[in-house]
């Protein structure tokens, strides 16, 4: 192997800090970059979110910590502002699709939009060939298929693969995902091994911009800081056969699948099955109801193959923790699939990602638009 | 790797003959220059030669010199130093943060304060100033040279416009020491702020001039250093590396090193001009008034000046999108568009500032590998080819 220039997108956490070593010790020529993309100070005082926001992504201790790893394994370093356009492509869509009543995930955005499109063309702008980033996922080139190939990581508990099926085949041949055959007690190891500072710093599990995983408080300061509010989205909470059961506060506050806080008490317990943006209903039933056999997406991503020839059958998962059921895939027109389910799946959510495995290999996915 | 430093507007190094001189006082000459005994006596000598130094580079006594922690720090005295509650300050949109962030803060404090404009070359004009002054005009302060643009101020025609109207001037020095002659009195100005180390002395060290009879409220208070201007121990070794930089700055000025240093600022401008879709930022190297000799500001349309800053330091010239604090901004340039730059355009700048250090090969070595890396990003930049393609 010859060495390369590479770029590693590196957060100040143990994975993408492990990443840049253990690339540097193969000997390639590698660069540090950091995105800052959001300023993590920039809502403190609105009610609801903290003064100060400490190990998070974007902190100043996060680009701290990536400066001190680039300095222990001897890289150049550097930080890139993409604030704007992480605003732009993430925060505002998620704001969107929570007042029209999805449960969005912004970590794909932020994959799709800037990780490895921003930060691809920045890197290669500066004379790297490839980004490698320390998501467990892994890469590789089909000869069978003439396509680049993205498949789940070894270590199946740390499965990123859900947040990645959006990147296209340019995207995937300049990508390297150096962890996707470890487990993550090997990257500690690896870590401590490099003399790493961040050996021992916790993962972070929520979502980057939103402090304590309190979406509703953000959603309130983010559009008190926009100079606008929470337009009123309350409306008529109701049964699937249109019986009123009473009000709610705002079709912001439920996903689907929800039981707790829908405020009306009936006998037998309630969950949220669908929430109409339209009409401002949030329907809710018995968890019998919440289950559907099939599922359009939209915005398809097709990476293991072209374009569909006719229905495939695959395992398709529709949220990052669940575990990927037996469907068949049809296309329905350009960049639109239709999924149906052997056995019907619980609460799927508008705005959630339904992706489509065979076996290990991402075949693609798309943006849940609808169930039944 | 060849290194080439161009950022000297940031910082500049240390000069050898200003570390010589400094060396001695971090050992033999240790003392506290306001002890009785012969150590404190050593190095108090050490720093009035050193003010003499500063006072002869500014064209004022010795004793209207106050030795500061820097730049920020002088701007600082001056400004919070005169301005109380219910006064009126006028100074520029242009100013560097330690001016416009102090600004603002007396605007908190409950003074009033008005930010004149400036026009596409990055002019203040005068003019603005004169028709700004109101009854409760306490101060004026407008830089002599801006560290962006290299842009120097008509602040002669300024100083004369408070002279008239009674008024302090203060003029932020820091990006024209040591590059044109300065003369405080020629100026008008009561108050003017160097910094050691853009001018080849240390970082932490810089000082305030302040005309004789100009009543200051210090901002420290302690022992009687600097004549109760500001309290502290002087940092000696700072105090002596500024004194010895001064003095070289004003051997070099008499000598013609400005002449010198316009002179390969131009070549490197020249050439980089010739790069497509690019041009300078501010008035005209030639025109009067005219810019430092040392700084040339450029926008090259379609690219980030973030990437094109990385990718020539990787290649090894170090140069900057504008002041070193403002790295890992979001905002572009609130010099570049308050001269009426777009947004993008701002951010497509960048500035290169030459030292005392550079040789001719260094430009050159410039002139070889920026067009390379323009063409480079502009041919991954999404953005230009999508304007190419529709020209």
Not at chain 1, 28 to 50: C, D, F, K, S
């Amino acid at each position: 192997m010859f060495p390369e220039t590479i770029a590693v997108a590196m957060s100040g956490g143990v994975d993408s800090s492990t990443v840049a070593a253990m690339l540097r010790a193969e000997g390639h020529n590698v660069i540090g970059l950091t995105m800052q993309l959001w300023n993590q100070r920039r809502l403190a005082g609105h009610e609801g979110m903290p003064e100060s926001v400490q190990g998070r992504c974007c902190s100043l201790d996060d680009v701290y910590d990536a400066r001190r790893v680039a300095e222990t394994i001897g890289i150049p370093y550097y930080v890139v502002n993409h604030e704007e356009r992480f605003e732009r492509e993430v925060v505002r869509p998620f704001v969107e699709e929570y007042l029209s009543g999805r449960t969005p995930i912004p970590c794909s955005l932020c994959n799709n939009h800037l990780k490895f499109d921003q930060l691809l063309i920045v890197a290669r702008q500066i004379g790297a060939e490839k980004v490698a980033t320390g998501h467990y996922a892994q890469v590789a080139w089909s000869e069978q298929n003439s396509r680049w190939l993205l498949k789940r990581p070894a270590d199946k508990a740390k499965d990123q693969t859900y947040f990645l099926f959006g990147l296209t085949q340019e995207q995937l041949s300049r990508t390297l995902f150096p962890l996707g055959g470890m487990t993550k007690p090997e990257v500690r190891e690896l870590a401590r091994k490099h003399g790493l500072v961040i050996a021992e710093k916790p993962d972070s599990q929520e979502i980057c911009f939103v402090p304590g995983g309190d979406y509703k408080a953000f959603l309130d300061a983010y559009l008190s800081e926009q100079g606008s509010a929470l337009p009123d989205a309350a409306g008529e909470m109701v049964t699937s056969d249109g019986r009123v059961l009473g009000e709610h506060s705002g079709v912001h506050n439920f996903t689907v699948g929800q039981r707790k806080g829908l405020g009306v008490a009936t006998g037998s317990p309630l969950y949220v099955i669908q929430i109409k943006n339209e009409t401002r209903q949030v329907v809710v039933g018995k968890d019998e109801q919440l289950y559907s056999r099939t599922l359009r997406a939209r915005r398809v991503n097709l990476i293991s193959v072209a374009k569909l020839p006719g229905p495939m059958r695959v395992a398709v998962k529709i949220r990052h923790k669940h575990q990927p059921a037996p469907a068949v895939i049809e296309s329905e027109g350009p960049d639109q699939v239709l999924v149906t389910f052997d056995d019907p799946q619980r609460a799927i959510s508008p705005g959630q990602a339904a992706v489509f495995y065979d076996g290990d290999v991402v075949v693609g996915g798309g943006w849940i638009e609808s169930s039944s | 790797m060849q290194r080439v430093y161009f950022d000297n507007n940031a910082t500049t190094p240390v000069l050898p003959e200003v570390f010589e001189a400094m060396r001695p006082y971090f050992g033999e000459h240790f003392g506290n220059a306001s002890s009785i005994h012969h150590h404190g006596q050593e190095t108090r000598a050490a720093v009035e030669h050193a003010r003499e130094s500063v006072a002869q580079l500014l064209g004022c006594r010795a004793s209207e010199v106050v030795f500061t922690s820097g730049g920020t720090e002088a701007d600082n005295l001056a400004i919070f130093g005169l301005a109380q509650p219910g006064d009126h300050v006028i100074t520029s949109t242009i100013e560097h943060h330690a001016v416009l962030n102090g600004a603002k803060h007396l605007e908190e404090k409950g003074c009033e304060v008005t930010y004149v404009p400036v026009d596409g070359r990055g002019l203040v004009d005068p003019d603005d100033v004169r028709r700004a002054l109101r009854p409760n005009t306490k101060l004026v302060t407008i830089m002599m040279a801006n560290n962006e643009t290299g842009v120097v101020q008509p602040v002669e025609e300024i100083g004369k416009v408070a002279a008239e109207a009674d008024v302090h001037f203060h003029t932020d020095a820091v990006q024209a020491a040591g590059k044109i002659p300065i003369d405080v009195n020629q100026i008008g100005c009561d108050l003017l702020t160097i910094s050691g180390h853009k001018l080849h002395a240390p970082q932490g060290v810089g000082t305030l001039y302040v005309r004789k009879g100009t009543r200051l409220e210090p901002m420290l208070y302690g022992g009687r250093h600097e004549r109760s201007r500001r309290a502290g121990t002087e940092n000696v070794p700072g105090i002596v590396g500024l004194g010895k930089a001064a003095e070289l700055a004003s051997v070099g000025l008499r000598r013609g090193d400005d002449t010198k240093m316009a002179a390969m600022r131009d070549r490197l401008e020249r050439e980089l001009l010739a790069i497509e879709s690019s041009g300078v930022n501010g008035a005209a190297a030639s025109s009067h008034p005219t810019r430092v000799p040392n700084t040339t500001n450029i926008y090259f349309d379609g690219i980030e000046g973030e990437a094109l800053v990385i990718a020539l330091d990787l290649k090894g010239l170090a140069v900057s999108t504008g002041a070193a604090c403002s790295s890992g901004a979001i905002e572009p340039s609130h010099v570049l568009t308050a001269m009426g730059l777009r947004p993008e355009q701002a951010r497509s700048s960048i500035r290169f500032s030459l030292g005392k250090q550079n040789t001719a090969a260094e430009v050159e070595f410039a002139i070889g590998l920026v067009p390379e890396t323009v063409a480079r990003l502009r041919e991954l930049s999404p953005v230009y080819q999508r304007a190419a393609t529709s020209r």
